[in-house]
C-alpha cells in the first residue's frame, strides 16, 4: 500500500453550481453539483482505464 496522490480543483461558474476535475490516484476525475436550497445535488465519475471499476456516484443532501 503505497502513497496516493489526490488532488482537484473545483469552480463556481454561478452561485448555485459547481463542476469539479481532479486527480484520484492514477486515474481522472470529474463531478458537479446544483444547490437548490435546502437541497443538494452531486454527481461524480471516476475512471478506470481498465473498465472493471469506473464509478459513478450519486449523492442528495438536505440542508437544514
Do not use: C, N
Amino acid at each position: 500500500a503505497g502513497t496516493r496522490v489526490r488532488a482537484g480543483a473545483e469552480i463556481r461558474p454561478i452561485p448555485l453550481a459547481a463542476l469539479r476535475l481532479g486527480w484520484d490516484g492514477l486515474h481522472p476525475a470529474a463531478g458537479a453539483s446544483y444547490v437548490w436550497k435546502p437541497y443538494q445535488f452531486d454527481y461524480a465519475f471516476a475512471y478506470d482505464p481498465d473498465g472493471f471499476s469506473s464509478r459513478h456516484l450519486l449523492s442528495f443532501l438536505l440542508h437544514f
